[in-house]
């Protein structure tokens, strides 16, 4: 995965942390019962409670809140913590028990438990993250949402190109500039030409600015990932990838089995069930863009789906 300020970490390893958003007051969010088998018991319908956390950047506060309201709402104790920070403290946790659920991505989370894995779509990373979990560890449901690089267009590119997906460029791409981070062509040139038989015009190192360039046409082609809110600002376009060269990202709840019986999987999986790409984008703008809390954010989005 190609890496980008802040969220690279969520998108790779989660190894730095990324820019933390707080929805959960001042203090340690690891303070309390935060020592290991004492609290590995809790579960959801049985009056105990369900420990919700969340890695320190605002994406992840934002589905944590989702997980935790959806089990609020079928009647099961929550304890929220979140913005505690990387993939390594958050995977320790979850395993001691201090907590029960996690929101995650799945190619990533196989990339941290293996990083010589090769599988790409969601099935195949799935079924190779449940060979590598530790016992006592699970993923649920995993969504149709992904946090994920993309080729992407403006929708006036789109439109006059007729483009919807990375195959559809077959023919265009070579008189197409495309632009993304610097290390965009090293790691991705050859893969779109084996793929899809792709050589583009030109590669431009545009970085951070690189929704602004497709805007202003500086490139036709480029590197986003599918919940930047200026997908929505400036109303841009992910091509469908059949092909697999981003590996699949989908959210998907990590949990301590020992802490969630089946209720509380049950409000999991129908979050799962509900949520999307273009949703979750619509989300983080809300929460990004207009600075609007979270927990608003994700209650709205429950009642909305028929989940509060």
């Known amino acids: 995965m190609t890496t980008r300020p802040v969220r690279t970490a969520l998108a790779v390893l989660l190894l730095a942390g ?13 303070a309390a019962k935060s020592s290991g088998p004492a609290a590995s018991a809790p579960a959801g319908g049985s009056g105990k409670t369900v420990v919700v956390g969340s890695a320190n950047f605002p994406e992840n506060v934002l589905l944590a809140s989702i997980y935790s309201q959806a089990l609020k709402a079928k009647g099961v104790p929550v304890e929220e913590k979140f913005n505690i920070g990387s993939r390594e403290l958050l995977y320790g946790q979850l395993q001691s028990g201090a907590l029960t659920v996690l929101p995650e991505y ?29 016992a ?20 006036e590119t789109a439109d006059k190109l007729g483009v919807k997906s990375i195959a559809d460029l077959a023919g265009k791409a070579q008189d197409l500039v495309v ?5 965009f062509k090293s ?3 050859q893969q779109f030409k084996d793929a899809y038989g792709l050589t583009f015009k030109e590669w431009k190192p545009t970085g951070d600015t690189t929704a602004n360039a497709l805007k202003d046409g500086t490139v036709q082609v480029g590197n986003v990932f599918t919940t930047d809110p200026k997908l929505v600002q400036l109303k841009l ?36 069930a509900k949520l999307d790409t273009a949703g979750l984008t619509a989300l983080m ?9 979270p927990a608003a954010v994700a ?10």
């Not at 195949?124 to 979990?133: P, R, S, W």
């Not at 006592?136 to 929708?155: F, H, M, P, R, W």
């Not at 709205?300 to 989940?307: C, E, F, I, V």
């Open 18 to 30: 990324a820019a933390a958003c707080s929805s959960s007051g001042g203090g340690d969010p690891l």
């Open 106 to 134: 799945n190619g990533a989370l196989l990339g941290y438990l293996d990083a010589k894995s090769t599988a790409t779509g969601k099935d195949a990373v799935n079924t190779e993250l449940k060979a590598k979990l530790p």
């Open 136 to 155: 006592g560890l699970a993923i649920l449901d995993s969504s149709a949402a992904e946090d994920k690089d993309s080729l992407t267009v403006t929708q």
């Open 179 to 183: 632009g993304g981070p610097p290390e």
């Open 187 to 189: 790691r991705r040139e």
């Open 237 to 272: 376009v992910s091509l469908a990838d059949p092909k697999n060269v981003f590996s699949a990202q989908n959210v998907t709840p990590l949990v301590n089995q020992a802490g969630l019986d089946a209720t509380g999987t049950a409000a999991l999986n129908a979050v799962s």
């Open 285 to 293: 703008k809300r929460v990004a863009v207009d600075k609007e809390d």
């Open 299 to 308: 209650a709205d989005w429950l009642k909305s789906s028929g989940l509060n």
